[in-house]
Every structure is written in structure tokens, then in C-alpha cells.
T-cell receptor
Framework: RKEVEQDPGPFNVPEGATVAFNCTYSNSASQSFFWYRQDCRKEPKLLMSVYSSGNEDGRFTAQLNRASQYISLLIRDSKLSDSATYLCVVNEGSARQLTFGSGTQLTVLP | GAGVSQSPSNKVTEKGKDVELRCDPISGHTALYWYRQRLGQGLEFLIYFQGNSAPDKSGLPSDRFSAERTGESVSTLTIQRTQQEDSAVYLC?????????????FGPGTRLTVL
């Protein structure tokens, strides 16, 4: 079983739509959680951290459910510029520091 | 300030040759990471440096791969006797703090093609 699992997509949505991505992690001792964004042929960049109480940054909302070992990312009013691959990232508490999911590909269509 | 830089940006080599990839982290970042990303796939952890020491080398795929870091700055990833399956983008990241709490800042990567 993969340590961090994501639906690879692709998700193709029209501009203005709301889209949600899910991620599950296997290590219950995981401590920190993040969403990174990777544009085509570019390096990953931090989108937002995920806090236990859930957190929002503009159109983006992240949720964490420790009991179910589940993380989500909600994008409201999607823009063309949101098209990218979204990586779920978990700190398992090991020396490896961060474990990356394989990513969910999003394409926002005009 | 300058971000993480990597060189070369692209490297094409023949099977069996050795290659050396370089990473310059953000100044002051003590943690440095190497990842590999094959086409259409996720990031594969290779090795992590805390200062000049490498507490976790568990991701290195074989003994053909080695990495070092000097002066708590520049790191080099060396692949000996390259194979076609080594073709990938090699990404370096650095972080101010350890324990997975620090944001990792990635370089643009080195795209390695082994013919």
C-alpha cells in the first residue's frame, strides 16, 4: 500500500466550478500535512499547509481528518490558472521528512 | 533573494557514463533533499542532508547513486554507469528547519536523458 494515495485524475472542470481532491495516508503517526502545486514541467511549490482545525486561503480550503487519515483540498470558483497537478504531502515523522503523493491533475476549461 | 538553483538544467548522456548533478540551496537552509521524478509520476525521495551529514539515504535506488554536501551549502548527486531507467528529472529542495515542518523550496530540476 502506498504511504500517500491520491486519485490521479485527470479532473477536467469548467471555469467557476468547485472541485475537491482527496488524499489518504497510511501512517497514523504522521504529524504535518501540506498541499503542493506543480505546473507542467515545473518544480513543486507549496500551496498551503493543512491544520487540524481546517484552514482557508482565499478560494482554497484544506481539511484534515486524523481519525480517517484523510486530507482534502477544495477549490472554489476555479480559474484557468488553477490548472496544475496538486500533490498531497505528509510528514510521517521519519527521517525522510516528507512523503509526496503522486498528484492529482486538474485542468480548468474555458 | 535567490532560490534553489540546479545545474545543468538538461543533461543528455550515453548509457554507462557517469553524471554529476549540482544543487545550490537557499543560503542558510540546513536541510537539503534530492528527489527523482519520472515522466508522469510522483516524486521519489532519494536522500536527505542535515548540514553535511546524510541521516537518511534509504531512497537511493542502487549503489550507483551517491551524494555529498560540503560546507552546508552545495550538494552533488552522482550517478555512475548510467542506465536508461535513470532518465528522469532530478529535483533538489532545501528547507530552513527540519522535522518536516519547514516548507521545502524546490529548484527547477535537472532533466537527465540516458540514451
Amino acid at each position: 500500500r502506498k504511504e500517500v494515495e491520491q486519485d490521479p485524475g485527470p479532473f477536467n472542470v469548467p471555469e467557476g466550478a468547485t472541485v475537491a481532491f482527496n488524499c489518504t495516508y497510511s501512517n497514523s503517526a504522521s504529524q504535518s500535512f501540506f498541499w503542493y502545486r506543480q505546473d507542467c514541467r515545473k518544480e513543486p511549490k507549496l500551496l498551503m499547509s493543512v491544520y487540524s482545525s481546517g484552514n482557508e486561503d482565499g478560494r482554497f480550503t484544506a481539511q484534515l481528518n486524523r481519525a480517517s487519515q484523510y486530507i482534502s483540498l477544495l477549490i472554489r470558483d476555479s480559474k484557468l490558472s488553477d490548472s496544475a497537478t496538486y500533490l498531497c504531502v505528509v510528514n510521517e515523522g521519519s527521517a525522510r521528512q516528507l512523503t509526496f503523493g503522486s498528484g492529482t491533475q486538474l485542468t480548468v476549461l474555458p | 533573494g535567490a532560490g534553489v538553483s540546479q545545474s545543468p538544467s538538461n543533461k543528455v548522456t550515453e548509457k554507462g557514463k557517469d553524471v554529476e548533478l549540482r544543487c545550490d540551496p537557499i543560503s542558510g537552509h540546513t536541510a537539503l533533499y534530492w528527489y527523482r521524478q519520472r515522466l508522469g509520476q510522483g516524486l521519489e525521495f532519494l536522500i536527505y542532508f542535515q548540514g553535511n551529514s546524510a541521516p537518511d539515504k534509504s531512497g537511493l535506488p542502487s549503489d550507483r547513486f551517491s551524494a555529498e554536501r560540503t560546507g552546508e551549502s552545495v550538494s552533488t548527486l552522482t550517478i555512475q554507469r548510467t542506465q536508461q531507467e535513470d532518465s528522469a528529472v532530478y529535483l533538489c529542495a532545501s528547507s530552513l528547519s527540519t522535522g518536516g515542518r519547514g516548507t521545502q523550496y524546490f529548484g527547477p530540476g535537472t532533466r537527465l536523458t540516458v540514451l
